[in-house]
């Protein structure tokens, strides 16, 4: 599927402009970042550059969320427990924008 950029930016992404002009808004919708760990910092970086607007992530971890996660990691929640991480901030990324590419490594 082909990313309506100008659509995205019309309505997600309107409030990021004058912070960042358009075209880097554009950039940042056609940019591709890596995070390996998706749980605590990994996982808030992963929603916050979701959240201005990169439009394509790999993101690599090997690990489940657990109870013991639940004081430390912005997603561990019943709900989470048991689940990989990669995969739950994958689904958080399409959440904040529908149109993202997000390709997980669950296996390392």
């Known amino acids: 599927m082909q990313m309506n950029v100008d659509a995205l930016i019309a309505n997600e992404f309107s409030r990021n402009i004058g ?3 358009e075209a880097e808004q554009k950039e940042l919708l056609q940019s591709r970042v890596a995070v390996v760990g998706a749980g605590g910092v ?5 929603m916050t550059l979701a959240r201005i607007g990169v439009g394509k992530f790999n993101i ?8 013991v996660n639940v004081s430390r990691k912005l997603v561990a929640e019943n709900s ?4 990989n991480k990669a995969e739950v901030l994958a689904e958080i990324v399409k959440d904040i ?3 993202a590419e ?3 490594f669950v296996e390392g």
């Not at 990994?42 to 992963?46: A, M, Q, S, T, V």
């Not at 690599?60 to 109870?67: I, L």
Request: glycine share 12%.
């Open 102 to 104: 997000v390709t997980t």
């Open 19 to 21: 912070l960042l002009t």
């Open 97 to 99: 924008n529908p149109q």
């Open 80 to 83: 989470t427990y048991g689940r």
């Open 60 to 67: 690599a971890d090997t690990d489940t969320f657990e109870p």
């Open 42 to 46: 990994g996982g808030l970086h992963i």
